[in-house]
């Protein structure tokens, strides 16, 4: 970490008038700009330091590990006084650095801090581990803010400071300050907003289709509503459970397994899969008809000759738009609503639905005239490493990415532009993985639009077919860090299904793409009539991937998901030849220098030994980067500040809260260590002796085995 003296107010006030608190140091009076007399807006609590990574992916707030800072006392007080003053406030910091993938000398992201429990549970510092990556990525900068789960002290949202042509922006914050209320007394809230387009919110909602072939009122403006039948099941409202449905759909029907399980499925969706606020589409024969359900399930004896005496179970309805032709819709939307089902879900359509609503819908010419041809997946692009989907597992620190990272380079040579990156984490979605309609700032500046946003799987996928149907195919590389840090079946979705490649690398089964995806593709290969309707993975696409070892991610991989991968298992010491003869440093009550990959070995040790540790916990060469670790002719680390800095948020860090955290007194026992600062403390006093007065026999252990 550094402080380089930067200033959330400096961004903020760009697009606010921005004011000091007269009596709280670091608290920040927002109000329009060019209004400084004007309303009080909203407050904010800033450090006033940028927070820099030089390595790994933790960033650590620098005023908290203080002591003598005052900062907590300051930062209660700001909140104490927006809690009496009745307005929001914030906790913003800036971060960048390389840790997050971004580019030091910029200020790009603010971090928005939300505590969830009160102050007095707040520990020495904090631990941001999910963060954007890849600046400048196509497709990664969006008009919202990206928002992450810490643990359960903090909340985090991440917000763009400038746009992707490298201006400063509200874009991406403007909506965060006017819609979440971050105060700690009670859990965040998320203000009541309507969108100036109302139907905007079908994409928050599911989206249903129903069949009505009996004579019926549904679009009757007196009592709009959708109904199905099984009337003879009487009022179902108090049937709570499937097994109970079932067991009352056999007190009045006779039906084979198959279909009774039909059946009771349609009956359940009806009655409980459908929410209020969800979106409905009524299918007639050559018409369709678009509506938002307003009520839960109700029971209604029919007495008017308008409806059929069997449709008795109803939902009420708000018509949106009417009597919409299938001849105005896409071959595949139209063939969706032609199931023999009752009522069935139809999700893959929403952004067709939403479009029709605005009046934007375009039928797709592609879909019903002249041939079109597929893809080219199987381009015999020459790949100087062959495996399309791997997986490199190992300790932390093992240099897993720094291997890909080199074979990266073999495969795609000069291509440097020819691949992705991103970060799994436990809220990482296939939405974001492979796509979705998403809000974005239309060219005006000023207003919202949906449109469909590219994941970092699909857009590897667009370039890598667009090079497949050139003369000259090229390798392209998706890379995943940290894979098992998500749901990884719920990311890949029906993804999955592609991952199975022949001896060729092509997909061995296809998937249909939906809607959305379809029309996307169609889109980005206009005028090369390129059939989608189905899609593979080309064998000029590759997949790679780190994750932790053993199963020790937050979501353990099914077999059936790994038995895809080719798995390769890096050593907690496979790679510790790249490090030596450098990583010496001069550290606390020490005449010699310390060198990092002995100090390492030694930490293993204990843990393994002393502690029954697992290697998936040890650290392996890489836990501090090379940049920490940049050394001179000597092997002298160039910058030791940087490495204890690096030594404390990295390393011990690791220990106290992960690694040893139900043994750290006895494992840090030369030392106070009831807190993490305390531990901090110690080392800038008495170095490896905060290990306890054995560590130092292991330590020189180490030295002599490495001499041997």
């Known amino acids: 970490m550094a402080n380089l003296g930067l200033k959330v107010s400096d961004v903020i006030s760009k697009f606010y008038d921005v004011r000091e608190d007269d009596n709280i140091r670091g608290m920040y009076e927002v109000r329009k700009k060019g209004d400084p007399n004007g309303d009080l807006l909203w407050y904010f609590f800033s450090s006033n330091n940028a927070t820099y990574h030089s390595s790994g992916n933790d960033c650590v707030i620098r005023d908290i590990n203080q002591s003598n800072s005052k900062y907590i006392d300051r930062l209660i007080a700001a909140f104490e006084k927006a809690k009496n003053k009745e307005k929001k406030i914030f906790w913003l910091v800036l971060v960048y650095g390389e840790g997050i993938g971004l580019v030091p000398q910029e200020m790009e992201w603010m971090a928005s801090v939300e505590t969830k429990v009160d102050f007095n549970s707040i520990t020495a510092s904090l631990r941001m581990t999910k963060y954007p990556k890849g600046k400048g990525i196509a497709g990664e900068w969006e008009p919202c803010c990206k928002r992450v789960d810490q643990d359960k002290y903090f909340n985090t949202t991440f917000m763009s400071c400038k746009d992707e042509e490298g201006e400063f922006t509200d874009a991406y914050m403007k909506d965060y300050f006017e819609l979440y209320d971050n105060r700690p007394y009670r859990d965040l809230i998320e203000v009541e907003y309507t969108p100036e387009n109302d139907n905007e919110d079908i994409f928050k909602h599911n989206l249903f289709g129903i069949h009505i072939t009996d004579k019926n009122d549904a679009l009757s403006e007196d009592n709009p509503h959708v109904c199905i039948g099984w009337s003879d099941m009487g009022d179902m409202s108090g049937i709570k459970t499937r097994e109970g449905l079932a067991a009352e759909f056999d007190k009045h029907y006779s039906k084979n397994a198959r279909g009774k399980g039909q059946d009771v499925g349609q009956l359940w969706r009806f009655l409980n899969d459908v929410k209020v606020g969800d979106y409905i589409i009524y299918a007639e024969s050559s018409v369709f008809h678009i509506g938002r359900i307003e009520s839960d399930y109700y029971y209604e004896e029919v007495s008017r000759d308008e409806q059929d005496p069997d449709y008795t179970n109803n939902r009420k309805v708000k018509w949106l738009k009417t009597n919409i032709s299938r001849k105005d819709i896409s071959e595949n939307f139209h063939k969706s609503l032609m199931t023999a089902m009752s009522i069935f879900s139809i999700n893959d359509y929403k952004s067709a639905v939403y479009e029709l609503l605005r009046g934007t819908y375009k039928k797709d010419e592609l879909s019903v005239e002249g041939e079109r041809m597929k893809p080219k997946y199987k381009t015999n692009v020459h790949a100087s ?324």
């Open 385 to 708: 490493i062959e495996d399309r989907n791997r997986i490199v597992f190992g300790a932390p620190g093992t240099g897993k990415s720094f291997l890909l990272n080199e074979d990266k380079d073999k495969l795609l040579g000069t291509d440097n532009d020819n691949y992705e990156r991103v970060t799994f984490h436990p809220d990482y979605t296939y939405s974001q993985f492979v796509g979705a309609y998403k809000p974005i700032m239309a060219a005006d500046g000023e207003s919202i639009k949906y449109s469909f946003v590219p994941g970092p799987f699909m857009r590897v996928f667009v370039k890598a077919i667009r090079s497949g149907l050139s003369d000259n195919p090229k390798p392209f590389l998706l890379l995943i860090e940290e894979i098992n840090r998500a749901k990884v079946a719920a990311v890949f979705g029906d993804v999955f299904q592609l991952l199975d490649r022949d001896s060729d690398g092509v997909s061995e089964y296809e998937i249909q793409t939906t809607e959305d995806i379809r029309r996307y593709l169609e889109k980005e290969f206009e005028g090369q009539s390129v059939d989608f309707d189905k899609i593979r993975i080309p064998d000029n696409m590759f997949i790679w991937a780190t994750m932790n070892s053993a199963d020790q991610g937050v979501y353990p991989m099914d077999t059936a998901f790994k038995r895809r991968w080719n798995f390769e298992y890096l050593g907690i010491d496979e790679k510790e030849k790249d490090i030596e003869n450098i990583g010496k440093v001069s550290i606390a009550k020490y005449d010699e220098p310390v060198v990092w990959n002995r100090l390492r070995k030694a930490i293993n040790n204990k843990m393994s030994r002393d502690f029954n540790i697992n290697e998936d916990k040890l650290m392996g060469p890489f836990f501090l980067s090379k940049k920490v670790l940049d050394s001179d002719e000597n092997g002298m680390i160039k910058d030791p500040d940087k490495f204890k800095d690096a030594f404390k948020s990295k390393v011990i860090m690791y220990l106290y809260e992960d690694a040893v955290k139900q043994s750290k007194r006895k494992f840090f026992d030369g030392c106070d260590s009831s807190k993490y600062s305390s531990v901090c403390e110690a080392f800038d006093v008495i170095g490896m002796n905060i290990f306890g007065a054995n560590f130092i026999s292991s330590y020189y252990e180490q030295k002599r085995d490495d001499a041997e």
